[in-house]
């Protein structure tokens, strides 16, 4: 018998933890190597099932799962679906296969909760949780004290998806180092980080999701390009097409989706699928023993190209997630240097011949496809355990970092606990016809108001063609680096002019103001939203009356004398709601302007085509040409000014402010 001997006076050992929907893993690295911990169940997957017993008794993995079809309303499968999510959710009431409590109180409103009769109700956090304490005692028993822990998240988690994760992995009385994008674990994993720089593509399905997720990793750090997938969409689909098939040899109709056969037997058929896909992985064909409707049992076989022509639609639907990712990232197949697969059922055969053809490439499938999420954890975990001052490579964001939008309002560009290095793109227009300059306010914090949050860095845009409001693409993309740097980048698309600066974003500030600015974010929430759909409302009407005053100007010969009043009465009306009125009742006046101006709007389009096609343009274009020769000597002055700006804005704020590239600006042309 071999023995894993540990020392009792060994340091805590940091793990990393892979919280699936349908299975979770933890592990650890020894000697520089990452292993899987065995879990209570004696292997190294956990099913992620929580079966809640009689007189308080929990259960989890395998013996949960075996109560799945006995006791269904004690037995919780995929709460990950549900974590984050709030009662009144869509997709709470789309995934309904458990009961949910009703939601009496407000508070009760912002959480799912499994209604388990007389044991009561729990959140998805709590049954988390649980699964998570079972692998913690596993690990405990095997490395005797456990130090911080990583735990991984899908890519597209958002804010309250990750603090769900967060806060069940304390419920669990782990210590959370860090939470980690799953497609970056599983980059990790495979060392991609110390090799060369590339875009690398991560297909990820498993038992019940489908997550496409292209990096691109640059000196070191990896950025999340784009995301894509499907959530109802994996493994158990597989599962249920060949059941389908399966019912009718047992003696059960099937029409479509919907059988006569009843749950118990379906969740035979179900079984027996799983088994079969299983082997098919390793077989080209099997014979399977069927029970048979009325009493005794058959012999079925299966071949796996039976099974492989059953999943070609849903292999369609990867393809197609796939490629649609492409398309956000702006890449083609071949610019992917790499593709890893995870999860279960990229075992299967079919699986992974598609992926190759999908990408032109042999997937990288050397590490476990079930393990590796877990691996890039538990070694994330041990380069953030040790003390020396290796550079860590990922982090999440403490706060969220946006733009100030006219009226006020924030566009946040980056979520708080978005995981760093990470880069993110949004796109602005100029609100004022011939605006030449562009105003850039970063800001970082939670609230809606730009007021209520802390001013990072101010600069200016400026040599921007004048052009129609509207016309101008603004591109600002922020990026913050593993040091937490965040570098503005902004670009108008149609010159080619472009500004960047570096900010420092959390530095100064304490876990306290961290944890106050999310406090006074939660007791405000309701009024700054208001007040924030006020400030866009406003806007908005103003954009809107004013262009109105502009045509009445150029194209009231278009109206009837009728029409026009009704035009001026609308717009007066709405003047007035701007002055004095709330978000909704502006809106609508908004509206009503434009249910008056529509017909109108159709006769100014004409006129201008026409114009247009007689040459009156050419004045313009040449103003244009004019003005673009002129912006090159215009930048470099612009460019030092921005540079001061935005040191003067960091002075007063106190931000440490670190101005690197003020005068790069170029135009193109
Ligand atoms: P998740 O990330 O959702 O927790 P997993 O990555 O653990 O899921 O994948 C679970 C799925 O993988 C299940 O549908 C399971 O049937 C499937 N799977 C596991 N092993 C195999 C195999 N050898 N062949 C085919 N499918 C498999
Ligand atoms: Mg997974």
Redesign the pocket.
């Known amino acids: 018998m071999l023995l894993d001997i540990f020392d009792p006076k060994a340091p805590p050992k940091p793990i990393g933890i892979d919280l ?4 979770s893993v933890v592990a650890y690295v020894r000697d520089g190597h990452p292993l899987a911990i065995t879990n209570c169940d004696g292997g190294v ?1 956990l099913p ?1 099932v929580v079966y809640y017993g009689p007189r308080g008794q929990v259960l989890v993995g395998k013996t949960a799962q075996s109560y799945a079809t006995r006791e269904p309303g004690r037995t919780i499968q995929s709460a990950k679906r549900y974590m984050g999510r709030s009662a009144d959710d869509p997709q709470t009431a789309q995934l309904s296969a458990h009961r949910f409590k009703e939601a009496g109180s407000e508070a009760e409103r912002r959480v799912v909760r499994f209604d388990l009769g007389e044991e009561g109700a729990r959140t998805p956090v709590e049954i988390s949780a649980e699964i998570l304490k079972s692998l913690r005692q596993s690990a405990v028993s095997q490395l005797n004290a456990v130090g911080g822990v990583v735990i991984t998240v899908p890519a597209y988690f958002d804010d309250a998806q990750r603090q769900a994760t967060k806060d069940a992995g304390r419920l669990a009385g782990l210590e959370v180092l860090r939470l980690l994008n799953e497609p970056t674990a599983a980059a990790l994993a495979y060392g991609l980080e110390k090799r060369k720089d590339g875009v690398f593509a991560v297909f990820d399905l ?4 489908f997550d496409v997720t292209l990096l691109r990793l640059e000196e070191g750090v990896f950025q999340v390009l784009s995301t894509g997938g499907d959530s109802a969409l ?3 689909d597989m ?1 249920r097409a060949l059941a389908l098939q399966l019912l009718p040899v047992m003696g059960f109709a099937v029409e479509g989706e919907r059988t006569e056969a009843p749950p118990e037997v379906i969740g035979l058929a179900l079984e027996a699928a ?1 088994r079969a ?2 082997a098919l ?1 390793d077989a080209a064909e099997l014979d399977l023993e069927l029970p048979k409707r009325g009493g005794g049992s058959l012999v079925h076989r299966v071949t796996r190209a039976e099974f492989d022509a059953l999943i070609a639609p849903l292999l369609g639907r990867t393809g197609r997630a796939c490629r649609r990712a492409l398309r956000d990232a702006e890449l083609t197949p071949e610019e992917v240097d790499g593709v890893i697969l995870v ?3 990229t ?2 055969p079919r699986v992974r011949q598609f992926v190759a053809e999908l990408f032109g490439q042999e997937p990288l499938s050397d590490i476990d496809p ?1 393990l590796v999420v877990a691996f890039g954890a538990a070694q994330q975990a041990a380069l953030l355990a040790e003390s020396s001052d290796e550079v860590l490579l990922l982090d999440v964001l403490p706060l969220s970092l946006g733009i100030e939008t006219m009226g006020g309002g924030v566009d946040k560009i980056l979520p708080r606990n978005t995981t760093i290095p990470v880069g993110a793109r949004s796109s602005f227009t100029t609100f004022a016809d011939d605006q030449t300059g562009f105003e850039l306010h970063v800001v970082q914090g939670e609230r809606e108001l730009a007021a209520d949050c802390r001013s990072l860095a101010r600069f200016t845009l400026r040599g921007i063609p004048p052009m129609p409001a509207g016309m101008a693409r603004l591109d600002v993309s922020f990026h913050v680096d593993a040091d937490g740097l965040l570098t503005v980048l902004a670009k108008e698309l149609t010159t080619g002019l472009e500004q960047q600066v570096e900010v420092v974003p959390s530095y100064g500030l304490t876990d306290e103001q961290v944890e106050q600015m999310l406090l006074d974010a939660l007791d405000h929430g309701e009024a700054d939203l208001e007040a924030r759909r006020l400030a866009d409302a406003r806007v908005e009407g103003e954009r809107i009356s004013k262009a109105t005053s502009k045509a009445l100007a150029s194209d009231a010969d278009l109206l009837s004398a009728e029409e026009r009043a009704l035009v001026e009465q609308a717009q007066r009306e709405l003047k007035a709601a701007i002055e004095g009125s709330g978000a909704s009742v502006i809106q609508a006046r908004i509206e009503s302007l434009e249910d008056v101006t529509h017909a109108w709007a159709g006769r100014r389009m004409d006129r201008a085509i026409r114009a247009v096609t007689l040459g009156r343009q050419v004045g313009e274009v040449e103003r244009r040409v004019e003005h673009a020769r002129g912006i090159e000597a215009h930048l470099e002055e612009s460019a030092a000014k921005a540079a001061q700006q935005a040191a003067e804005s960091a002075g007063l704020t106190g931000t440490q402010f670190d101005l690197t590239t003020g005068g790069q600006a170029k135009t193109e042309s």
Not at 20 to 23: K, R
């Open positions: 699936g929907t349908t299975n997957l992620s498993g038992g019940g999701t994996g493994g158990d599962d799983r896909k299983h992985t999860g279960g059922s075992r299967v079930d």
